[in-house]
């Protein structure tokens, strides 16, 4: 018996022992559970006191106790994250008993559960008309001296050149960042006047040994858009050659490393913000994917970024890459700004030649030195009756495509080289990328492995009639290069989310459009890019298309502006930029989308930013962030919901709510019926002390609107005026909604806001 009891000890021992080693805490049943990651939300409270403690003082007693900051083992402190700038509340990891307790006291308004975010150049500040010399905007406004721009990403390759502090000066007074290349080798870069502040925020700090150093290419690319310093010769494997430059190449950058590769977490996103408004950034740019129709008060990254707003910093977000379906579109607070992506006029150019003498312009950015053509050749489609393999190459067999021109569907937003890869692993030696119908006309310069062509649908229609016509077809690609000058230019990329906003449709979403396809900008050296015999070690400059590409110009302009108007608020600055933005192409004809159709304001927003217009506005439609508290009461989120975004206790009952269409926006979405509608709006002369400006309204004949009064007459700068807008049918309601223009016109000005008549059931 004795022998028994003392086999059990040994036995007990044996068993500390192990969990002592697998580091498994013993308190209590709740500590066996699966602990997740959720974001807190609290309401706003009294007293003072410390942050941190108040946000302990919600966990339930275990986990709040002095040594709960690591009684997670390896699973890290229970509170991972204590917001204080731009969020009421913390992060923190829970059981689910413990989340539900939580949730049950007295000042939490909700929970989040942990969810991930996706990711969503030489030639765009010339397209944008930002030209080197003494009289320019680009120059008058010192190329963004003296502004931080934040980015939110996957961090920076410091030692890139695009990022080099040639003629920027010290950092301004009153920045408080922090810099965490500690781990970079010396000589390989680090903060300077440039780059200003780095950080690394969870796993995007643990997946990387140099925290906020870029290891997947994307968080460079963007920061080097927004801004970029001047760098000369700047090119991807000699295309697209030229000087490089961000919008703002005498900007300061602060980069928050967000991101790993592959996703972003919304915990770390919220860390970003708030880190990024405390260090005292003046723009934010954002090119991470976003909650799609979310009510704002259940959207973190809105609610974070009304409180940026109201500390005076603009934040420019992307709209995502979910079009071109219709109310796919993100970020679509009316106190950010929604950048949709378009192209330029600039084509990376590879012609197919088909034995009928036909030729198709396409893109593709595996141009052979000498320029040769590839073929003719025999081509072939493995969609086509009689073949075993897919049509988007993804299958395919040897024998059906070894030495010949392979033509392929292409997959969407992503597939097109590993496509391409497939082919030239089965002996072809040639690919042809053809757009599904939804694709239109939008084509992508890619890194091939072997020459090939991205084209339009229509042109791939055209090939597949050819392939149908004759047993014996053949085609050629040709090598073009770079051209300057393609048309129709710009044209919204069908990848590009669209409005109506899902949280508010009221709002003209997407705000504007901005270069976002085939854009080269500054590079990180990636695994990610096969395609490259090197791995794209020597890989400097890379080109890369969606709204991720179009949000940095924005935010760079943002910069400029903010530079030349310190004074100008973010809605301000917003509204310079929308009310200029160009609704015609390069050749006057209207924007066209992916289709080449007229695009729509839900496609393009205001129009395509035209920054050498924006800097002198003439008038500006202004909002204060108290302003945006009468909307929100309007959309009927209670005083609650309410609360949660104003970050401060607000009572809908004691003030007037006001639509939608009340909001002083510079756009108009004016639901009508049968009945007239009539929305109020104030402007505030921002160009000259003594104008005249003339109401110009350009509507369908159904519609009529009237504008009172009809001329605003302006004698001192900073001067505010108000009018009414009534519109209504002339005759029948037309169920498919109508599009068109306010204008205020002056000798000097034109002030262009949409006009939006929903189609019935928009």
Same mark, same amino acid.
């Given at each position: 018996?004795?022998m ?17 080693s ?85 000042g ?81 870069g ?33 920061a ?24 703002a ?17 919304? $915990? ?18 954002f ?23 109201e500390?005076?910093?603009? #934040?420019?977000?992307?709209? +995502? ?22 192209? $330029? ?34 081509l @072939? ?25 392979? %033509? ?7 597939g097109r080289?590993?496509?391409g890869?497939?082919?030239?692993a ?103 890019h ?45 509204s ?39 800097f ?6 202004? %909002? ?54 009539? @929305? ?44 009414? #807008?009534?519109?209504?049918?002339? +005759?029948?309601?037309? @169920?498919?909604?109508?599009? +068109?223009n ?8 034109? @002030? ?8 019935? +059931?928009?």
């Amino acid at each position: 018996m004795e022998m028994h009891k003392t086999g059990r000890r040994r036995l007990a021992s044996l068993l500390l022992l192990l969990l002592s080693s697998l580091q498994l805490p013993l308190r209590g049943a709740g500590y066996l559970q699966e602990r997740k990651n959720y974001i807190v939300h609290l309401r706003p409270r009294d007293g003072g006191g410390s942050v941190e403690e108040w946000h302990r003082s919600f966990l339930p007693q275990a986990a709040a106790g002095p040594d709960s900051a690591a009684d997670g083992g390896d699973e890290g402190p229970r509170i991972i994250y204590s917001y204080t700038d731009v969020f009421t509340g913390f992060a923190a990891r829970l059981t689910d008993e413990e989340a539900d307790a939580v949730r049950a006291t007295d000042g939490c308004a909700r929970l989040y559960p942990e969810v991930f975010l996706p990711l969503a150049t030489t030639r765009s500040p010339g397209f944008l008309g930002l030209h080197l010399g003494n009289d320019g905007f680009w120059s008058r406004s010192g190329f963004g001296r003296g502004v931080v721009i934040g980015i939110l990403d996957t961090g920076i390759l410091p030692s890139h050149p695009s990022f080099g502090d040639d003629g920027i000066q010290p950092p301004p007074k009153g920045w408080n960042g922090t810099c965490e290349f500690k781990a970079v080798a010396a000589g390989n870069g680090g903060c300077n006047n440039k780059i200003i502040g780095a950080r690394a925020f969870g796993s995007a700090a643990v997946n990387s040994t140099a925290p906020p150093v870029d290891d997947a290419g994307h968080g460079t690319h963007t920061a080097s858009t927004a801004a970029g310093n001047f760098v000369e010769n700047a090119n991807v494997r000699g295309n697209a050659d030229g000087t490089a430059s961000g919008m703002a190449p005498h900007a300061h950058l602060a980069v928050y490393k967000v991101c790993t590769r592959s996703r972003c977490s919304i $915990m770390d996103i919220i860390a970003g913000l708030d880190a990024a408004v405390r260090d005292g950034v003046d723009v934010l740019s954002f090119s991470i994917g976003a909650y799609s129709g979310t009510q704002f008060n259940y959207d973190p990254i809105a609610i974070a970024a009304f409180k940026a707003m109201e500390r005076g910093i603009f #934040v420019s977000c992307a709209a +995502g890459n979910a079009g071109p379906d219709p109310g796919t579109v993100g970020n679509g607070a009316p106190w950010m700004l929604t950048v949709a992506a378009g192209t $330029m006029d600039r084509a990376i150019r590879t012609n197919v030649r088909l034995g009928n003498g036909e030729e198709f312009h396409g893109e593709s950015l595996f141009q052979p030195s000498n320029n040769s053509a590839a073929g003719p050749l025999p081509l @072939v489609y493995p969609g086509a009756d009689g073949f075993d393999a897919s049509r988007d190459c993804s299958v395919l067999r040897g024998s059906e495509v070894a030495g010949k021109v392979v %033509l392929c569907e292409s997959r969407g937003l992503s597939g097109r080289v590993e496509a391409g890869q497939t082919v030239a692993a089965y002996g072809g030696a040639g690919m042809v990328v053809m757009n599904r119908a939804a694709d239109g006309y939008t084509t992508f310069a890619d890194a091939h492995v072997l020459p090939a062509s991205h084209i339009s649908y229509d042109a791939g229609s055209r090939i597949l009639a050819y392939l149908n016509s004759t047993p014996n077809a053949t085609a050629s690609i040709e090598f073009r290069g770079t051209v300057i000058g393609s048309y129709p230019s710009p044209a919204v990329t069908f990848f590009s989310s669209r409005g109506p906003s899902k949280a508010s449709p009221g709002i003209l979403k997407p705000d504007i459009t901005g270069p976002g396809m085939n854009i080269l900008a500054a590079w990180a050296p990636s695994d990610s890019h096969t395609e490259f015999a090197d791995g794209g070690a020597g890989l400097s400059f890379f080109v890369e298309s969606g709204t991720s590409m179009s949000t940095p110009h924005l935010s760079g302009i943002a910069a400029l502006l903010k530079s030349l108007h310190p004074d100008w608020s973010p809605a301000a600055i917003k509204s310079a930029m929308m009310t200029t933005s160009d609704a015609v192409d390069r050749t006057g004809l209207p924007i066209k989308d992916e289709q080449y159709r007229h695009a729509t304001f839900y496609a393009m927003g205001a129009g395509y930013v035209n920054p050498a217009l924006a800097f002198d506005p003439g008038l500006v439609y202004d %909002l204060a962030a108290d302003d945006y508290i009468p909307y929100l009461c309007g959309l009927g989120l209670g005083d609650d919901g309410v609360t949660e975004i104003a970050h401060r206790p607000v009572a809908c009952a004691g003030l007037r709510s006001i639509t939608e269409a009340e909001l002083n926006y510079p756009s108009l979405v004016v639901n009508l019926l049968s009945q007239p509608i009539t @929305v109020n709006r104030t402007v505030t002369n921002v160009g000259k002390p003594n104008s005249v400006y003339t109401a110009v309204v350009d509507m369908p004949k159904d519609v009529s609107v009237t504008v009172q009064p009809p001329t605003l007459r302006f004698t001192e700068l900073k001067e505010k005026q108000s009018f009414t #807008v009534t519109v209504r049918w002339a +005759g029948q309601p037309n @169920v498919a909604g109508a599009e +068109g223009n306010l204008k205020w016109v002056s000798d000097d000005y034109i @002030v262009r806001s949409p006009l939006l008549i929903p189609a019935k +059931g928009d």
